[in-house]
């Protein structure tokens, strides 16, 4: 057992674009465990973009990050050392343990996993919160039907990928967004999109309009602004639109809608939703998740960064979408 | 029977804001009845803002009105000759025969109605198509429970009046949204609401914080732009949009939604819908209204301008909100 640990804590607010200085990293003592408490060695830490949200003191649905505090963030790891009668030494746990490498807690909040039926990274990932936003946005928002046109933005995300193969399974054509001809070609080729729009193009609207000719029935967004507007234009009457995140306006880009007006000559649904706030349907989602990865239906990738200290450069990638795939960092 | 009547046709569609010469007024040979027809006398036209949108060939969701035809409108009058099994002299119907004094009609759209039971005009306001707009819209999108805050733009008008009428009756506290101080008491005194917001007072934000200080779980919006915006800014978690009309946009207005981020972070639903394409619930909702007005639970309150020459301005006006209530051309 190491008698002290590493932790990323927020040290002040964004004004704009988070940068490195928003981050302390501190080196703290490990405690001693009072009975009903455990250890856990945390092997992954997830960066997720509702991270950004958390940083601002601004309202928002979720109690801002404090100062001074170990960043929120969720892991993976195992179980160290145990004083509570739930948890024994060497069990696979998943929680929201933050940017820590170790962690005291009383196991309220973790989740016992498989280590042998998936790699632990993907309970974090396909298997974890980012695959269950993908079920739930999908199946409980949108609601596809087969042969429908389905858009999904960040298609090669954490998110995005999931939500577009779930789609295809239902006998859906999916039409991904992405940024850059490596995702569009990886979101085609290993995920199995029917088309994917590069973004970065740089003719957005005219690119998605010739991919979606029969229009579009639903839309997954994690991005918004002229992503969510682009897709908006192309609806067709009754769409849905299941809102996971709006990452583009965190660099303090325009996010206006500017195709509101579509909303009801299409006749559309719009509906946000957090998905930690459907906790009772995860049972069933992450194991329906758990069986198409293990059976190769449901394909993943990963950025994985090494060591605690790299993190805030790596999150701030992230916001940039310098990565490809879920992001993470890997902690031992 | 005369052997000629009046009717307005198209004549040219709007660049912008609608001017009287996008109408023809013309005098028309009564047609001779053939089997299966009948004869409708107009005893009244209903001017409603979905009017706009068809004279424009943009792309929407009904067919636009083609050009030097009969004006499309709700009518309510009285069978003055048939040939058709179903309706006989006398009867007093309600249908959508146009902008037209008198018009043949083969009976497919026509509803009877009881003339005795409600003044005929009625049968184009609360008892009509506005007033299950307002029914569908409240109930069936917004659903709202006793005690929650529901706000309403257009709030002295033909369907946001029973909009907030219906969801005093259902225990919620409604704040309106009208246009001047006379508007404004009637929507408090005569109606009932708990507030009302004169946008015209040049502090809308402001004021309906100030009305709804403990948030907004539904929103029943008429107008859109910066009336919608507005509401949105006061949001609870888990509200409920009901989008009906978005009358602002049609001078030219800017209708981009800049609060589209509340849309996520409040985890709302925002519903988009045409009420005629839910004739399969009219029965119920018309049935309703008709007992609420006839007993004087439902108020309402009516603008009538006289002949069909001048229907043009009226229409006009409407746009403008220079009508108090609903708004009817009397055609004898």
Request: glycine content about 12%.
């Amino acid at each position: 057992m190491p008698d002290s640990y590493r932790r990323i804590v927020l040290a002040s607010r964004p004004r704009g674009a988070v940068t490195p200085d928003n981050f302390r990293l501190e080196t703290v003592a490990t405690p001693v465990l009072q009975d009903g408490e455990l250890l856990v060695r945390n092997h992954y830490l997830s960066l997720d973009p509702y991270m950004r949200g958390r940083m601002s003191a601004a309202r928002s649905y979720a109690a801002s990050q404090a100062l001074d505090q170990t960043m929120i963030g969720g892991t993976v790891g195992e179980v160290v050392a145990s004083r509570h009668a739930g948890f024994a030494v060497g069990d696979a746990v998943v929680g929201v343990l933050g940017w820590t490498e170790l962690a005291v807690t009383d196991g309220a909040q973790l989740r016992k996993v498989d280590a042998d039926k998936l790699p632990l990274s993907a309970y974090l990932g396909a298997v974890g919160m980012p695959g269950m936003a993908a079920w739930y946005g999908l199946n409980r928002i949108i609601k596809p039907r087969a042969g429908e046109t389905i858009v999904v933005s960040a298609a090669s995300g954490a998110v995005g990928s999931v939500v577009g193969q779930l789609a295809r399974l239902q006998g859906c054509r999916v039409v991904g967004i992405a940024g850059g001809p490596a995702k569009c070609r990886y979101v085609i080729d290993e995920l199995g999109f029917d088309a994917c729009i590069d973004y970065k193009g740089g003719k957005l609207e005219a690119d998605l309009a010739a991919a979606t000719s029969d229009g579009v029935n639903g839309i997954f967004e994690n991005v918004g602004g002229v992503m969510l507007d682009a897709a908006l234009a192309r609806t067709s009457a009754f769409g849905r639109v299941a809102l996971c995140g709006l990452i583009g306006g965190f660099g303090g880009a325009d996010m206006a809608l500017h195709n509101a007006r579509l909303l009801l000559i299409n006749r559309l649904t719009v509906q946000g939703f957090i998905v930690t706030e459907h906790m009772e349907l995860w049972d069933q989602g992450l194991t329906e998740l758990a069986e198409l990865v293990a059976s190769g239906q449901v394909k993943y990738r990963e950025t994985v960064t090494q060591g605690i200290a790299a993190a805030p450069e790596a999150f701030i990638g992230l916001l940039q979408g310098f990565n490809f795939g879920k992001q993470l960092v890997k902690l031992i």
